[in-house]
């Protein structure tokens, strides 16, 4: 097993190349870095990332190897216990299944969403993968956006008038208090044109955060009315900017803007697939 150390982000810091060279972590190394501080509570998130993964036809004994480790006690006594050597999509999967109370989940749910796409996409065409990749964020923003608008409407935002207002707030605090006519305008694109069709798989990957983090806040906490969604909304924008760069990312404003929308994409990858 080798160690390997990183200076841009803790989840890095913590991660290990196995005997067969592939990257791991350990379960106990990151239930610590997430704040758990009962094992006990952190295996519940295990067995549900295991069903998941069971459900996604994965192979649960690759993703999941179990181990032990050795931990030290009170008084320098040493307990062997059990451990998992994880690997990238395992990790992804447990902190999906992680206390969203936690500071670190937030972090470690936006580096593993976007390092295990990279991850599982590969491709002998370099820009294919990014492509594939731009097209499967978009259509799960397509779907998560409209569970936000459905709770939004519940708690008051009802007019197409007000949606835009409580979407714009959610912009505003992922983007530095940019709103969608600044990105539009920083994108050069046109008022008809929709900026998450012109989003590459990272800037997607954060702002689907957003909206699956935002719609879980208003059910989760009850919240009502108009302000205080858009209020939520904000709040939840920031945060997930400042994950961003807590694990050293790079801001979604300054992220480059693709050449081809996600319609093209879709259309240039169906005429490559079929060449192939």
Known sequence: MTKLTSNTNPFEGIKFVDEHN??????RDLAVLLGYEEWRNFENAIKKAKLA??????????HFVETNKMIRLPKNAIREVRDYALSRYACYLIIQNADPAKPMVAAGQTYFAIQTRRQELTDQHPQLKEDKKRVLLRNEMKIHNKQLAATARRVGVESTLDY???QDYGYKGLYGGLGMKDIKARKGLKKSQNILDHMGSTELAANLFRATQT???IRRENIQGKTQANQAHQEVGRKVRQAIKDIGGTMPENL???????????RKIKKIERKN
């Open 22 to 27: 592939a990257e791991r972590w350990s379960a």
């Open 53 to 62: 993964c069971y459900a996604s036809n994965a192979d649960e004994n690759y």
């Open 164 to 166: 835009a207002i409580f």
């Open 215 to 217: 719609e879980e806040k």
């Open 256 to 266: 480059p803007t693709p050449k081809d929308s996600v319609k093209k994409v879709v």
